[in-house]
């Protein structure tokens, strides 16, 4: 009982910040790849994220600026979402953002014997592409849909 009445030190300050900042970033609210766009002004809302919807090429860019990082959303004309990148300083929710696809993305980098890889986590299929990198305080990551991306739109994660 008295662990919970000593005031906190800088020492254990620094992982409750930690967890806060994953907490927000790892919210549950983008649109998942292959999902639809329809869900941009909910995401928007919930995360008090800065919206700003821009026509690139084939596509459009819906970039949502968190206090914590940023999140794009790459649409097709028609709405299908064939790109997502992030970048801030907590990794991303991958489960939130790859939809029905993180199952492929876990498969293709479960490690064996259960040990962790020293590689950042990546897919590379004909359908389906992620990158990820970065360390503590800076991570990145995009992933796509090839096949269901049109010519004429660069996806940057770092946009």
Do not use: K
């Not at 907490?23 to 002004?41: E, K, N, R, Y």
């Not at 503590?136 to 739109?153: I, N, Q, R, T």
């Amino acid at each position: 009982m008295a662990l919970l009445n000593r005031p906190l030190s800088r020492h254990s300050a620094a992982p409750l910040a930690l967890s806060l900042v994953l907490t927000v970033f790892a919210s549950p609210a983008l649109a998942a790849l292959g999902g639809d766009i329809s869900s941009v002004q909910t995401d928007r809302t919930r995360l008090a994220a800065r919206l700003n919807s821009a026509p690139s090429g084939e596509c459009t860019i819906h970039t949502l600026t968190l206090p914590n990082g940023v999140a794009s959303e790459y649409a097709r004309a028609d709405g299908l979402v064939f790109a997502v990148a992030w970048h801030g300083p907590a990794r991303a929710n991958l489960r939130q953002l790859l939809g029905g696809y993180f199952d492929a993305f876990q498969s293709d980098n479960a490690a064996a014997g259960g040990r962790r890889p020293r590689r950042a986590p990546s897919v590379s299929r004909t359908d389906f592409v992620v990158r990820t990198g970065g360390h503590s305080g800076a991570f990145w990551g995009v992933a796509m849909l090839p096949p269901a991306a049109p010519s004429g739109c660069a996806v940057n994660p770092l946009q």
